[in-house]
């Protein structure tokens, strides 16, 4: 591929809910570009997005996939991203490195959270927005109602340009209306055009293209006096006018076209082929924020004549090729073999080759201008890395991610397969920011966390694929607590054994009461000598060991103070083990007296959802014995509920949440304290620990 200027370069990324025809898009889009002779699908598994072998199996993306292509003198950059909310981290990435965001709504199933969550991160990073209506060659497709729940969600300023006439609910052709041409598809999705004045676009409700031409002109009209002036007087747009000011008002951001296609029998790719090159070019794009060399924060347009400046979205952890890092050039040209600083890590860098993608097929390119997007391999910088020239110190923001709430503990399922774990995941997390992996230290249990079931299912297949080790997923351990609530009298703890030659004796009375301090407090008030200083430190061992296990479950027992009163000794038999022994001995008998209970893990809980959600949130919140401290609107919409819960009861709480809120809730939940557990789960949560321990 020839190296291009940037205003020729488009970066596009293809967003939307789950299965509304993304991948299929950017299939279609490549064969009418010429690029592939036939139209894979991902059912069979033969789309040039989806190559991974996890989404051949799974039959949907769960990677951000790159297809770059050639179409007239423009270099396209395709960015297919996966829609499932489980795979958000790959989504967010394509947002951060595409121009444009093409939503593309089902012509069946219409607007979804999925279309939702798309529009408000492209709003949200001020990209220009462009819909495309998909599957309009479906039996079922309801375009006029899905464009009509486009207006409501979105506004006025969804303006269709591609639309279907229908005929008998069936979809006959695409009626271009800046053109006023209608146009029949074939099976290779060329198409023939015809005038399409007067044209009734659907005729069970009897919409005409005149009457949605309204809308279009005025959206031009906007774009311009001169044009405004001549929309008052009543007189028409020559096709010129209407060409240039739609994508004059995308530009601006005054409308958001609407495109019509079908993936599988292609039809329309190529009026939106043609369309793309005129999307705004990446130097026109919403400048990125940063801070320079002196930590100020600065914002920065593309710009191929600055020095240059590059930013890594993407990486890819291939156990054969080894990595490569997806980057987006934002200023100057980057070519191989000069030094680079990593503005992130401080590091001096070396780019050795770069390539352009086409799916999983690498070409190498000899260089990238600002606004291209290219890979280079086995480079050191990480996710969220700047390169840059020495000349240019400038560290791009790093993509948001979303939070991993799901967590399970992970274990190898064969013995010895440990290192290999953490091997294999620290290889996935290089590649997955939304991915978090480490110990719990209270339950001494691995644990990884994701943003759902799928993800972690992934991340077990590719773990088993990429480097061999099976895995197992299990709901994590929570980390009970024992405390005492009474001040015992002084408890006796003797350890006397006479075996054969030496005895062994050691003994002591210990006062128990509950203290605030969380590990064990020792104190000893002998007088007289009734026993020797030099065993203190035995007799406060054997109590630091006897506090790792409770009486009631095993669990570690906190907010304990043990005080030495009395004892005695034999100045033959006795030994620092005894005492050790007559110590736990006197804790033993002490924890009884002193009216031990189980505690519970809380933690503080933040949920972000839609105000219709918090009737039904609240209710489940207090099926999980949480506490609501309070409730306030978060503007949009949204209301926010903070919240204290038990650990135990919000294991899955990631999944419900996301049925509930339809995937537009979000939450954060972090430990607080320890709290007594309720007496009718004592059973219950014994059982379960001491079966736990049993298992290990
Ligand atoms: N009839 C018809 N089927 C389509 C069209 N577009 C996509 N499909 C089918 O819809 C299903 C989902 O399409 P994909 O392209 O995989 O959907 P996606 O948006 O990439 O889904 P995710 O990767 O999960 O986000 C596949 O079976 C496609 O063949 C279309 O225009 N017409
Ligand atoms: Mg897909």
Not at 241 to 268: K, L, Q, W
Request: glycine share 8%.
């Amino acid at each position: 591929m020839k190296n291009l200027d940037t205003a020729k370069i488009k970066n596009i990324v293809l967003t939307g809910h789950s299965g509304c025809g993304k991948t299929a898009l950017a299939e279609a889009l490549l064969y009418r570009a010429g690029v592939i002779d036939r139209i894979g699908k991902s059912a069979d598994g033969n789309t040039v997005c989806d190559f991974d072998p996890e989404e051949i199996k799974r039959k949907y993306s769960i990677n951000l996939s790159l297809a770059s292509f050639e179409y007239s003198d423009y270099k396209i950059n395709l960015l297919d991203v996966p829609g499932l909310l489980d795979f958000a981290a790959a989504t967010n990435e394509g947002l951060y490195a595409g121009d444009t965001v093409i939503i593309c709504v089902s012509a069946k199933s219409g607007v979804h959270v999925g279309t939702i969550k798309a529009y408000q991160a492209a709003k949200k990073l001020n990209k220009h927005i462009l819909f495309v209506v998909t599957k309009i060659d479906d039996p079922n497709q309801d375009f006029y109602t899905v464009l009509n729940s486009l207006k409501e969600h979105f506004g006025a300023s969804v303006c269709p340009v591609i639309v279907p006439e229908i005929e008998n609910n069936q979809f006959k052709a695409l009626v271009h209306l800046g053109r006023m041409k209608s146009y029949t598809y074939d099976k290779k999705g060329a198409s023939v055009a015809a005038d399409a004045a007067g044209i009734v676009l659907n005729d069970k409700e009897g919409i005409t293209a005149d009457s949605l031409m309204d809308g279009l002109s005025e959206a031009v009209a906007e774009t311009d006096d001169a044009l405004m002036e001549k929309f008052f007087e009543g007189e028409p747009f020559t096709q010129e006018e209407i060409s240039h000011g739609i994508h004059e008002a995308m530009r601006t951001g005054r409308a958001m076209p609407v495109f019509t296609v079908s993936c599988t029998n292609p039809a329309g790719c190529d009026l939106l082929l043609e369309f793309l090159k005129y999307m705004p070019d990446p130097s026109t794009a919403a400048a990125l924020k940063a801070t320079d060399k002196a930590g100020k924060d600065i914002e920065v347009k593309v710009d191929a004549s600055a020095p240059l400046s590059a930013f890594v979205f993407r990486t890819v952890a291939d156990p054969f090729v080894g990595k490569m890092s997806f980057i987006k050039v934002i200023t100057g040209t980057l070519t191989p073999d000069k030094d680079l600083v990593n503005a992130t890590t401080g590091a001096t860098e070396r780019v050795g080759k770069l390539y352009t993608m086409l799916g999983k097929k690498q070409t190498e390119v000899t260089s990238a201008v600002a606004g291209d997007i290219v890979v280079a391999t086995k480079i050191s910088a990480s996710t969220g890395d700047t390169l840059c020239d020495a000349a240019n110190v400038v560290s791009y923001a790093k993509v948001e991610y979303p939070n991993p709430t799901y967590r399970m503990a992970v274990k190898a399922s064969k013995q010895g397969d440990e290192a290999k774990i953490s091997g294999g995941l620290q290889r996935l997390l290089e590649e997955d920011q939304a991915l978090s992996f480490g110990l719990d230290t209270t339950t001494k249990e691995q644990i990884l966390a994701g943003l759902g079931d799928q993800h972690l299912d992934v991340v077990k297949a590719k773990m088993k694929s990429k480097f061999g080790v099976d895995i197992v997923l299990e709901e994590p351990k929570i980390a009970y607590r024992e405390t005492i609530r009474k001040k015992t009298d002084k408890v006796q703890g003797r350890h006397k054994k006479q075996s054969g030659g030496h005895g062994q004796f050691g003994d002591v009375w210990i006062e128990f009461e509950p203290t605030d301090s969380e590990s064990l407090v020792f104190e000893e008030k002998i007088f007289g000598g009734s026993v020797p200083k030099n065993f203190f430190p035995a007799i406060e061992k054997g109590l630091q060991d006897s506090v790792k296990k409770g009486v009631l479950a095993g669990c570690p027992v906190v907010g304990i103070k043990a005080t030495l009163l009395d004892g005695s000794y034999h100045p033959v038999d006795s030994s620092e083990m005894a005492f050790k022994i007559a110590a736990s001995l006197a804790f033993k008998e002490g924890m009884k007296q002193a009216d031990p209970i189980m505690l519970e893990p809380i933690g503080s809980l933040t949920v972000t959802i839609p105000d219709a959600n918090t009737g039904e949130i609240m209710g489940d919140l207090n099926k999980r014995r949480g506490r609501v401290l309070g409730m306030e609107p978060a503007g949009d919409g949204i209301t926010v509920i903070q919240a204290e819960a038990p650990m135990r009861e919000m294991h899955d709480f990631t999944m419900y949440l996301r049925q509930v809120a339809k995937g537009m809730g979000e939450y954060t939940f972090e430990f607080l304290r320890y709290e007594p557990l309720p007496s009718n789960l004592l059973d219950e949560v014994v059982a379960s620990v001491k079966s736990d321990e049993e298992e290990e």
